[in-house]
């Protein structure tokens, strides 16, 4: 079974791929098309593996979720997310090659497409607030005190739908 799920993820097509990526980003067709400065006839003829981009036009798409071509490619298409709730002692992290970032996030606002350290992943912590993960395998809702762990090479996204500002620290080991 681990060996047919690598092969899928290395064997995955381009449509494939941006297909997975726009579900994730929450994006239509349409929308990328407009952010990538494509028709949203070429994304869906791409998604269906009608017909195989050119390496610029590739680019020109990927440039819609801020990504290049080595995020693209390798990408993992199957990581299953691993959820760990911590709401008393919050994230502790003793490190010096740990990477933090604190972001707020007004209501209604989302962060762009992101992909999980190839190496180590990340650690999600959401301080206050709601904030709906959005990745390959669905959609979470974080509330203050969650930590959710993104598995390496696992794309995501993260969107505040609540009325209120929401806070989050996303942490890398480097």
């Known amino acids: 079974m681990v060996e047919s799920m690598m092969e899928f993820v290395s064997e995955a097509s381009v449509g494939e791929r941006v297909l997975h990526l726009r579900q994730i980003s929450g994006l239509s067709q349409r929308e990328l098309a407009k952010r990538a400065g494509l028709t949203n006839s070429v994304i869906s003829t791409i998604e269906q593996d009608k017909v195989s981009p050119s390496v610029s036009s590739l680019e020109k798409l990927l440039s819609g979720f801020g990504l290049d ?38 209501p209604q606002a989302s962060t762009n497409l992101a992909i999980a350290s190839r190496s180590s992943g990340v650690s999600i912590a959401c301080v206050q607030g709601q904030i709906l993960l959005r990745s390959g395998q669905g959609e979470e809702i974080m509330v203050a005190g969650d930590v959710v762990s993104v598995p390496a090479s696992c794309a995501y996204s993260l969107f505040n739908h609540a009325s209120i500002e929401a806070s989050v620290i996303v942490a890398v080991v480097n």
């Open 69 to 106: 071509l080595s995020d693209f490619f390798s990408l993992s298409l199957n990581s299953n997310l691993a959820y760990s709730l911590n709401a008393h002692s919050g994230l502790s992290i003793k490190s010096n090659r740990v990477m933090q970032r604190y972001l707020s996030l007004s």
